[in-house]
């Protein structure tokens, strides 16, 4: 897994405000890749310990250094109670890491007007295995080392995709962030069939999880697309070919996935929205 490179480097001041699930998730991956423990300062009210060499305070303290990437990890709800003790911390000299989830730059631009650059990137929890998505989204001008920076702290998670367009941010979190949990579900349907034709519970749940992560780590090395891939391994009249039948037919898998994604878009939206209205 490709490191920070030189160019882009670690950040000089990693500056997290809130560490819990997904951030804690990111930053031991990083510091697992080399990022310099006594670089990272986590700001999180419970003040709980968080990894050997990385301080841990409960409330923002100033000033910044030059350089100091700060990452915004807490809940999206609580930006209003969180960003009047930051704001006046951040400079043209602070880059602005949002992983707040519905939360647009714009906002983010009127809650730190001062901000250097302001991205927003989208996680999902396989980060912590250097197996993530990240999708990414900078406001339009950002400096080329602000991108590469970013770039590269993202790519020591696993898979990076830039949005040029933030109208799509809510698709590619219904997609990649959500993505897991709908992959879970899956793997879990499967094992339940089987348990329901017989096989003991324990033995499907082993099954069905080995086969998602052989059959997910054979797409991922082969050329061939997917969908091509499971029509290659279905012999017509034979078993493979009988259950796609059904996975294929018009009310099947395909249009019960798009319904999945669009409503967790669509969520994602009006969770915006009304968070919005709020302020
Ligand atoms: N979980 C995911 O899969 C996922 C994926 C993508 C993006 N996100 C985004 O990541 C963010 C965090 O989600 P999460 O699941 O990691 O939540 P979480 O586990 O509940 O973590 C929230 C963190 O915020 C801290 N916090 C609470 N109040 C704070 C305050 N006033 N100032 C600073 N920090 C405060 C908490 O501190 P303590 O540790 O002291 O309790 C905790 O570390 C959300 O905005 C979400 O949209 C999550």
Avoid: H
């Amino acid at each position: 897994m490709a490191k920070p490179d030189a160019d882009a480097g670690w950040p000089a001041r990693l500056l997290l405000i809130g560490c819990g699930n997904m951030a804690g998730a990111m930053l031991a991956r990083w510091l697992e890749l080399g990022l310099p423990a006594e670089r990272v300062t986590v700001v999180r009210p419970s003040g709980r310990p968080v990894a050997p060499g990385v301080t841990v305070v409960t409330q923002v303290e100033g000033p910044l250094e030059p350089g100091t990437v700060v990452m915004l990890a807490f809940k999206p709800q609580q930006l209003g109670a969180v960003a009047p003790g930051l704001t006046g911390l951040i400079g043209p000299e602070t880059v602005l890491l949002s992983i707040l989830a519905g939360v647009p730059a714009a906002r983010l631009r009127s809650a730190f007007p001062q901000a250097g650059a302001i991205l927003r990137c989208m996680p999902n929890l396989p980060v912590r295995i250097g197996k993530g998505v990240s999708t990414l989204y900078g406001e339009p001008g950002m400096p080329d080392g602000v991108w590469a920076q970013a770039d590269a702290l993202c790519r020591a998670l696993g898979l990076v995709e830039w949005l040029e367009d933030e109208a799509l941010f809510d698709t590619a979190t219904a997609l990649a962030g959500c993505g897991p949990a709908f992959v879970y579900r899956f793997i879990d349907a499967l094992s339940t069939a089987g348990a329901e034709l017989g096989l003991a519970p324990d033995m499907a749940a082993r099954m069905a999880l080995a086969t998602m992560e052989g059959a997910a780590l054979s797409a991922a090395s082969s050329d061939v697309a997917p969908a091509a891939m499971a029509d290659a391994v279905a012999s017509k009249g034979g078993m493979t070919r009988e259950g796609l039948n059904v996975l294929d037919e018009e009310d099947g898998l395909a249009p019960l996935i798009a319904r999945t994604v669009r409503a967790a878009r669509d969520r994602g939206a009006a969770l915006a929205a009304a968070s919005q209205q709020a302020d």
